[in-house]
């Protein structure tokens, strides 16, 4: 099982410099491969492989000073771009061929299993130097990848874990469905109801605002430079808020259950949309699941995710359709009867997707979670 750990950085402004350094290798590297995998599909009408490109990245022509782990990887994460798109295609979909990438959209690089090496108060970094950092936690298992992430002006390293799991699969008894909807309102099957921290709305009007100012600045100005940072900085603190969330809800969910039912959000975000709260609630519930998923693991529960199509519109009762707009906020069955709160019914349907039956539907209580003071029990 994989777990990551995230600690920030302080490089000094001549590792600074050096961490600028690879990152820009780093992307001319990705951008030149990616235009040798263009030219040879359009020129030749054939594909370059990874295997064929990282034989390749070996022999660049010129000293790079970066390390050939951290090369590789960048050719490693080209190929998975053209895997993904790949799939997309194969799976009828028109997705957009990988993008050439700019100086803003290339922001971390990372070590496979050696050029680095961390002591509690200095992470050493092949070619870059040794690093302050402040580790707040002690890392269990075996360090497989360390990332650099340049977020903004700070810089983040995340190692990522193998841990041996020796936890017994446990043989569940309690289930339960999750519904986490577009109002960033999040609903389980047993009745509970979470209404989002007020921070996210709060933080979601400021945005708004602030990249409404972005849009009246001239571009590249150092005003603009400066609304550029302000923005970032309100972002990354609404990702940590989030995380934060999303840590305690998921903790509360796998101590109460052994069965844990999420719609595939992959599935669901096949409609594009590009409202900007929108893209901020799906990062934030993949990253719930996500986080879910690990904990469930590591206590030898189970997380599942089932398809999404319809679960607001069916009853969770007697399985008949009932139309009904996103404005109607109650699910009112005319076939058999049932009135229950619109996401609750989804819940459930959810939750009897994945274990086929009506265990644990309607009528059990509410488990009322302890950690958000706003939660609602609505189902009284
Ligand atoms: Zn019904």
Redesign the pocket.
Known sequence: MRKSYKFRIYPNKEQEVALEKTLDVCRYIYNEFLADRKNAYERCNRGLSTMEQLYQVRYLEFDTDVHSQVKQDVIRRLGNSFDAFFRRCMGGETPGYPRFKGKKRYNSFCYVQSGFKIDGKKLRLSKIGDIKIIQHREIEGKIKTCTIRRDGKQWYATFSVEIENNVMPVEPETFVGIDVGLKSLITLSDGTQLNPPKYYREAERRLKRENRALSHKKKFSNNWKKQVEKINVLYRKIRNQRNDFNHKLSREVVDNYDYIVFEDLNVKNMVKNHHLSKSIHDASWGNLIQITKYKAEEAGKFVELVNPYNTSQL?S??G?KVKKSLAMRTHE?T??G?ILDRDINAAINILNRAVGTTVGACGVEPLGLSMNQEATKSLA
Do not use: R
């Open positions: 009853c009762n007697c008949k069955c076939h058999c049932l």
